[in-house]
Nanobody, 126 residues
């Protein structure tokens, strides 16, 4: 059973940066796609970035495009989300997610596509 474990959340002032990490042992050979979601209080969980492990194709939601970057370090079995120019509306619980099936989307996949989820890490921007 593969577990996804997020870290790196915290509080930051508007305009600042944070880097989230998602540890997932063996993810490169186990998952087809890994992504980041976020959920603010009272709102739906939103997919914001994804990467396909075989091709390194990346996709971003419009709300974060140009500010956030998804990347991976296979040697460390870790996925990252670099978040720059943070705004108060980026405040949310951030989740790492992954799936094994072969589906490929030309955008961040829907929440229903993901089978594996981390526990989340809180990001607060003030």
């Amino acid at each position: 059973h593969v577990q996804l474990v997020e870290s790196g959340g915290g509080s930051v002032q508007a305009g600042g940066s944070l880097r989230l990490s998602c540890s997932a042992p063996g993810y490169g050979r186990y998952f087809n796609c890994v992504g980041w979601f976020r959920q603010a209080p009272g709102k739906e969980r939103e997919g914001i970035a994804s990467i396909y492990t075989a091709t390194d194709s990346t996709y971003y939601a419009e709300s974060v495009k140009g500010r956030f970057t998804i990347s991976r370090d296979d040697a460390k079995n870790t996925l990252y989300l670099q978040m720059n120019s943070l705004m108060p509306e980026d405040t949310a619980m951030y989740y790492c997610a992954a799936y094994r099936h072969s589906s490929h989307y030309l955008s961040v996949p829907p929440r229903s596509a993901f089978d594996y989820w981390g526990q989340g890490t809180q990001v607060t921007v003030s």
